[in-house]
């Protein structure tokens, strides 16, 4: 089959591999049906993320056909259309059952290279280096899913491929945020980030009841498509962002600031090149600007939550957290908790995924796909590939 | 709680926790499938129904190294197994398991100790098979709590990849 592969530092190439086959009794084949970039590759393709092999196939947002199923698969069956979060999951843990389907405990095939990083394995993903298991992604015309019975949903009648798709990552991840904020009654949400991600957080949080949302980015097209969804937006090359929201919040601060930019963060100012110079030098993996401003953004007392990819940061400013009594709630996404219920809203029209769907390429024009989702050109949101 | 305290085994101890009764894992880890399925990153292990089992590893610089395993002690709370008289490896392994608070199961804590020609500990292991005695034996509680939760062992060999023939081996 055809699939994209990492073959280095901004080196993607389409390259012929052997197809998938089942391997274990709870999984399945998918014929990939759709499939789209995340902010957390470029973290990969540039080289901040140790542990790729040369030939990895990429990809860990996707959705597609089942066309074949292990011997204990009984959820699904070939020819359902279905979507998959991007954490492997087991359903049987003690994290899967408690709702932390990241954490699952039995899906992380190289254990041994994580354990030393984390202290503990997470789950396995897809597609994101062999420290977090390894899996061959789905940026190719078939993928493995192993635990089909907890890992596959099937979509519903009136949800379209394009909806579907976001389901598997950027809408759970952005809901998982919102969920995070515990939103009451006049609560007000600000979130850093208006990509895939932070779009998707910034719908959830008015699906939770948010009173107002306030969306923070540089990118025109992107502040228009929050302003589309109901947020507020604010460039934060034109203002002083803490500063506005104070002003927006009658000087109380928002209740709870969501973090949907992470590791590779744009900024501006001194603490910006600072950052700029370590991570060149791999002295850090961050640069941190959105997450230092929301810290000394969020009200006293407030919630912190932190979707943003991050690895090593120097110059955190814990005495913002500390001496305000914030509460900071981050993971990588337990999409397997939200997947049935983003479905039904996205069914309802509540939420509207499809709109990341700025551009679609043909897999074999992929490595053009994530060029333009990287440098952001003609307004790339998101890079839909179709095998 | 005692812990062993000979400061050269603590390289190759290590525990996990998994949300099963003690019975259960323990029968599961006397199967003679188990056995060679959640050693196979190190050796290959072919065991019987009474705890015995011959161990084979390969593929160090150093040839093929092999020895056979007994019983030495088999209770409902701790299993003891040693390597007979003529291994090229001596080693022994204690498993205890223990109940694990509220509703998290039973807590396995696993204590392998090789003592190689020479008595070189350590380093020295590591440098025969690749692999950390720690490393050796934290992989092999990993894949016995996927198989005792799961029924499985999570794996990628192979899968597409573009290296040799298309894939990741």
Not at chain 1, 107 to 127: F, R, V
Request: charged share 20%; with cysteine.
């Amino acid at each position: 089959m055809r699939a994209l592969c990492w073959n280095g530092v901004n080196d993607l190439r389409v390259e012929t591999v052997a197809d998938p086959e089942i391997l274990n009794p709870n999984d399945v084949i998918l014929k990939v049906r759709l499939s789209t970039t995340c902010g957390s590759d470029l973290h990969l393709i540039d080289g901040l993320i140790p542990t790729m092999r040369e030939g990895d196939v990429l990809g860990h947002e996707f959705m597609g056909e089942v066309v074949d199923v292990g011997r204990e698969v009984t959820k699904v069956a070939k020819g359902d259309r279905v979507v998959v979060p991007s954490f492997i999951s087991c359903g049987q843990c003690w994290y899967c059952q408690h709702d932390l389907y990241s954490l699952c405990d039995t899906t992380h095939p190289k254990p041994e290279l994580q354990e030393p990083l984390l202290g503990y394995p997470t789950a396995g993903i897809y597609a994101y280096s062999h420290a977090f298991g390894g899996y061959a992604g789905a940026h190719a015309d078939y993928v493995r899913v192993p635990f089909a019975n907890t890992d596959c949903f099937k979509v519903p009648d009136g949800v379209t491929d394009e909806a579907a798709l976001f389901i598997s990552d950027a809408a759970p991840t952005g809901f998982m945020g919102a969920d995070f904020c515990d939103i009451q009654r006049g609560d007000v949400i600000a979130v850093w980030g208006c990509g895939g991600v932070g779009l998707m957080a910034q719908q959830s949080a008015m699906i939770l009841g948010a009173e107002r949302v306030i969306a923070i980015d540089r990118y025109p097209e992107r502040l228009a498509q929050a302003e589309a969804f109901g947020a507020i937006a604010l460039d934060y090359t034109k203002v002083d962002v803490v500063e506005a929201l104070k002003e927006l919040t009658g000087g109380r601060g928002p209740d709870a600031c969501i973090d949907a930019v992470g590791m590779e963060a744009g900024g501006t100012g001194l603490q910006q090149a600072y950052d700029r110079v370590k991570q060149a030098l791999y002295l850090e993996t961050d640069r941190g600007t959105a997450l230092r401003e929301a810290m000394l953004a969020v009200r006293k007392g407030g919630i912190l939550s932190i979707l943003g990819v991050y690895g090593l940061m120097d110059k955190f400013p814990l005495g913002l957290l500390m001496n305000k009594g914030v509460t900071v709630r981050t993971a990588q996404q337990h999409g397997q908790a939200y997947v049935d219920r983003l479905l039904e809203h996205a069914q309802r029209g509540e939420l509207t995924p499809a709109a990341l769907a700025t551009h679609r390429f043909a897999l074999e024009d992929s490595p053009t796909g994530y060029r333009m989702f990287k440098h952001k050109e003609e307004g790339c949101l998101r890079a839909v590939f179709v095998p | 709680m005692s812990l062993p305290d000979a400061e050269a085994a603590a390289e190759t101890r290590a525990a996990v926790t998994i949300g099963r009764p003690a019975t259960d894992l323990r029968e599961l880890w006397l199967r003679p499938t188990t056995q060679t399925a959640i050693w196979s990153h190190f050796a290959v292990v072919s065991a019987e129904k009474n705890g015995s089992a011959d161990w084979s590893v390969s593929g160090s610089a150093f040839g093929t190294y092999r020895w056979r395993t007994v019983l030495m002690e088999d209770e409902p709370d701790r299993l003891r197994w040693s390597s007979q008289e003529g291994a090229d490896l001596p080693n022994t392994g204690v498993l205890i398991f223990r109940p694990a608070p509220g509703d998290r199961g039973t807590e396995l804590h696993l204590d392998v100790h090789f003592d190689p020609p020479g008595g070189a500990i350590g380093a020295a292991l590591g440098k025969l098979f690749h692999l950390a005695p720690r490393e050796i034996v934290l992989t092999a509680l990993y894949k016995f709590r996927a198989l005792a939760v799961t029924g499985e062992i999570p794996t990628t060999d192979p899968q597409p990849a573009a290296r040799k023939a298309g894939a990741d081996r």
